[in-house]
Nanobody, 122 residues
Framework: QVQLVESGGGLVQAGDSLTLSCAAS????????MGWFLRTPGKEREFVAA????????YYADSVKGRFTISRDNAKNTLRLEMNSLKPEDTAVYYC???????????????WGQGTQVTVSS
């Protein structure tokens, strides 16, 4: 089992950068694939990015390719999402999640953080 806590959200302007962090507790963080998802009001969680347990491969939603970078530090039990060139449409609550394999379907992830709000003003 792993507990996840996101941080780093906030209010920024369009074009700015922001880095989200996800701190994991437990000794098994390195055995999980990790993902970032977002949720906007009235919608289901949407895939943003995912990374394999060893960090060797990363996957991105088309909407964030070239702007966002997912990374992990298994020694520090930390997952990050570096977000550049932010747009107002990136405004959402962002969640980190842990699962057995990388996937774009949120149902594939067993553990979730509480989320962190990112607001991008125009």
């Amino acid at each position: 089992q792993v507990q996840l806590v996101e941080s780093g959200g906030g209010l920024v302007q369009a074009g700015d950068s922001l880095t989200l962090s996800c701190a994991a507790s437990g000794r098994t963080f390195s055995s999980y694939a990790m993902g970032w998802f977002l949720r906007t009001p009235g919608k289901e969680r949407e895939f943003v990015a995912a990374i394999t347990w060893g960090g060797g491969r990363a996957y991105y939603a088309d909407s964030v390719k070239g702007r966002f970078t997912i990374s992990r530090d298994n020694a520090k039990n930390t997952l990050r999402l570096e977000m550049n060139s932010l747009k107002p449409e990136d405004t959402a609550v962002y969640y980190c999640a842990a699962g057995a394999m990388t996937a774009t379907d949120p149902k594939a992830y067993a553990y979730w953080g509480q989320g962190t709000q990112v607001t991008v003003s125009s």
